[in-house]
């Protein structure tokens, strides 16, 4: 009875869509990064091929877990392999354990539709979900989010500040200066815009129609809440006071940056707005920026200082990064340091963070990304060290072995079952989540009762013990599954 109690509870609702949802997050991370980061000549072999891969996890250390534990998923992990491949508008991974395929997922794209077809042997026959761009299946079924694509946004991005320009020439004053932007340079003049709270009305609502159509076509590859908050904050965007900008140039008039100050409104809220943005692909990236409410203490700060160099005849990505959030008495805050050096053939660093919340759920985390990669013709291969720590105390350190490659779709897998979400109640979008996220149970249980018996018990106890510690214990509940109309039930009772 014990055992069973101990399996129930590891084998929990919860626990089994956070184990699928880590399966179909890695589906979006891996392809997504894939179609992101693709360096060099991989990016090109992208867009016309496809590339492909094969990843595989070791845990180190988890000081949480038991030694009897740890050697356990050691030994699991030693097996698992998870090989995917990414390509425009579609993407796969299967993990395998061995020889042995214990679950498979192809996501498509085209248009406005969006599909994802999950399998897992002896627990889930091949099922094609069927959503939309804006409500893919994998957020349906798992929460996971789209990924963001922001190649549409850097392009646009040049444009947005040649229109936001074009209408402040007639408030153009030029000025001698001797700025300097951190990691990007000095600026040896300025062109100074003052604007009255009516003028700044005025240019915003002449710009406004060319800002719309770009923000489109820039966001298309962002999710729908992002594209929406920016659409909200563009709309509701008035000018409460005086606006002052600045553009700063180099010594051969060229743009180093910008500064903008003004009080702003926006989605019904006014702000103290102060931002400084410097570039140059020679030297780096400098952004400070300040949004503090006019009334109350909350307030959005951010500041970024990336250096470009050479090290040893190798690129060099230097410099530090914070971003922190004050809402309503708490405060979050995330910074740390970036050095990341990449030559022809390798790419190596260490990219650190301090994650700190203050408030009702106070956390103090810090994590450490240390990449090492080869590029030989067009594979990359390597791997990724992630350490997660309290203080002095280790709580994670797991590293992931990647391998990166031109590589073509797999074959595609016949669905013998169709969800079609776009225009499910909750009870039916409920059902599907729970359908896909108990579809590795078969194949869990299997490994459990493959250790040894007292094995089996202490990792039970150590996996219950983490969850509650995660706070898995108040993630809500899949849905129960619709009852059957009928319960048959035998009945050895004959008498009336």
Same mark, same amino acid.
């Given at each position: 009875?014990?055992?069973?109690?101990?399996?129930?509870?590891?084998?929990?609702?919860?626990?089994?869509?956070?184990?699928?949802?880590?399966?179909?997050? #890695?589906?979006?991370?891996?392809?997504?990064?894939?179609?992101?980061?693709?360096?060099?000549?991989?990016?090109?072999?992208?867009?016309?091929?496809?590339?492909?891969?094969?990843?595989?996890?070791?845990?180190?250390?988890?000081?949480?877990?038991?030694?009897?534990?740890?050697?356990?998923?050691?030994?699991?992990?030693?097996?698992?392999?998870?090989?995917?491949?990414?390509?425009?508008?579609?993407?796969?991974?299967?993990?395998?354990?061995?020889?042995?395929?214990?679950?498979?997922?192809?996501?498509?794209?085209?248009?406005?539709?969006?599909?994802?077809?999950?399998?897992?042997?002896?627990? *889930?026959?091949?099922?094609?979900?069927?959503?939309?761009?804006?409500?893919?299946?994998?957020?349906?079924?798992?929460?996971?989010?789209?990924?963001?694509?922001?190649?549409?946004?850097?392009?646009?991005?040049?444009?947005?500040?040649?229109?936001?320009?074009?209408?402040?020439?007639?408030?153009?004053?030029?000025?001698?200066?001797?700025?300097?932007?951190?990691?990007?340079?000095?600026?040896?003049?300025?062109?100074?815009?003052?604007?009255?709270?009516?003028?700044?009305?005025?240019?915003?609502?002449?710009?406004?129609?060319?800002?719309?159509?770009?923000?489109?076509?820039?966001?298309?590859?962002?999710?729908? =809440?992002?594209?929406?908050?920016?659409?909200?904050?563009?709309? %509701?965007?008035?000018?409460?006071?005086? *606006?002052?900008?600045?553009?700063?140039?180099?010594?051969?008039?060229?743009?180093?940056?910008?500064?903008?100050? #003004?009080?702003?409104?926006?989605?019904?809220?006014?702000?103290?707005?102060?931002?400084?943005?410097?570039? /140059?692909?020679?030297?780096?990236?400098?952004?400070?920026?300040?949004?503090?409410?006019?009334?109350?203490?909350?307030?959005?700060? %951010?500041?970024?200082?990336?250096?470009?160099?050479?090290?040893?005849?190798?690129?060099?990505?230097?410099?530090?990064?914070?971003?922190?959030?004050?809402?309503?008495?708490?405060?979050?805050?995330?910074?740390?340091?970036?050095?990341?050096?990449? =030559?022809?053939?390798?790419?190596?660093?260490?990219?650190?963070?301090?994650? /700190?919340?203050?408030?009702?759920?106070?956390?103090?985390?810090?994590?450490?990304?240390?990449?090492?990669? %080869?590029?030989? =013709?067009?594979?990359?291969?390597?791997?990724?060290?992630?350490?997660?720590?309290?203080?002095?105390?280790?709580?994670?350190?797991?590293?992931?072995?990647?391998?990166?490659?031109?590589?073509?779709?797999?074959?595609?897998?016949?669905?013998?079952?169709?969800?079609?979400?776009?225009? #499910?109640?909750?009870?039916? /979008?409920?059902?599907?989540?729970?359908?896909?996220?108990?579809?590795?149970?078969?194949?869990?249980?299997?490994?459990?009762?493959?250790?040894?018996?007292?094995?089996?018990?202490?990792?039970?106890?150590?996996?219950?013990?983490?969850?509650?510690?995660?706070?898995?214990?108040?993630?809500?509940?899949?849905?129960?599954?619709?009852?059957?109309?009928?319960?048959?039930?035998?009945?050895?009772?004959?008498?009336?």
């Amino acid at each position: 009875m014990h055992e069973k109690a101990g399996f129930k509870r590891f084998m929990g609702k919860s626990g089994l869509r956070r184990l699928a949802a880590m399966l179909a997050a #890695a589906l979006m991370l891996l392809t997504g990064a894939a179609r992101a980061a693709a360096p060099g000549g991989l990016a090109g072999i992208y867009q016309a091929r496809g590339l492909a891969g094969e990843a595989s996890l070791t845990l180190d250390a988890w000081p949480d877990l038991t030694p009897e534990t740890l050697s356990a998923m050691q030994a699991w992990l030693a097996f698992l392999r998870l090989s995917f491949y990414a390509g425009e508008g579609q993407s796969g991974l299967a993990l395998n354990d061995g020889s042995r395929q214990v679950f498979k997922a192809q996501s498509r794209h085209a248009g406005e539709a969006s599909s994802l077809t999950l399998m897992a042997p002896g627990g *889930l026959a091949p099922t094609e979900y069927v959503g939309t761009k804006d409500a893919p299946p994998l957020e349906t079924l798992f929460g996971v989010g789209v990924i963001p694509d922001f190649r549409g946004l850097a392009v646009a991005l040049p444009r947005l500040g040649e229109a936001l320009a074009a209408g402040l020439v007639p408030y153009e004053k030029p000025q001698a200066t001797k700025t300097s932007l951190k990691g990007v340079g000095r600026a040896e003049s300025r062109l100074n815009y003052a604007l009255s709270v009516e003028e700044a009305s005025a240019w915003w609502q002449q710009s406004l129609p060319q800002v719309r159509a770009i923000w489109a076509e820039a966001a298309a590859g962002l999710p729908k =809440g992002w594209r929406e908050a920016g659409e909200g904050a563009i709309e %509701s965007l008035a000018f409460t006071g005086k *606006l002052t900008a600045r553009r700063l140039l180099d010594g051969d008039g060229k743009d180093l940056g910008f500064q903008v100050t #003004a009080p702003i409104e926006a989605m019904g809220q006014g702000y103290k707005l102060d931002v400084t943005c410097g570039f /140059r692909a020679e030297t780096g990236l400098y952004l400070s920026l300040k949004l503090p409410a006019v009334k109350g203490r909350d307030r959005l700060e %951010s500041a970024i200082t990336l250096a470009f160099a050479d090290k040893d005849g190798r690129p060099r990505l230097k410099g530090d990064y914070s971003l922190s959030q004050t809402l309503g008495g708490d405060k979050r805050t995330i910074s740390g340091k970036v050095d990341i050096a990449r =030559g022809a053939e390798h790419l190596s660093g260490e990219i650190t963070a301090q994650v /700190r919340h203050t408030g009702d759920a106070p956390l103090k985390r810090d994590h450490l990304l240390a990449p090492e990669f %080869s590029l030989k =013709g067009n594979e990359l291969t390597g791997s990724l060290r992630w350490v997660e720590a309290e203080g002095k105390n280790t709580l994670r350190d797991l590293t992931l072995t990647l391998r990166l490659g031109p590589g073509g779709e797999d074959a595609a897998m016949t669905p013998q079952a169709r969800v079609d979400l776009r225009g #499910a109640d909750d009870l039916a /979008r409920g059902h599907a989540a729970r359908q896909a996220a108990e579809a590795l149970i078969p194949y869990l249980r299997e490994k459990l009762l493959t250790l040894p018996q007292a094995t089996r018990l202490l990792v039970l106890h150590d996996w219950g013990r983490v969850r509650r510690a995660l706070g898995e214990a108040q993630t809500p509940a899949l849905p129960e599954a619709q009852p059957d109309l009928f319960t048959v039930v035998d009945d050895t009772d004959t008498q009336p």
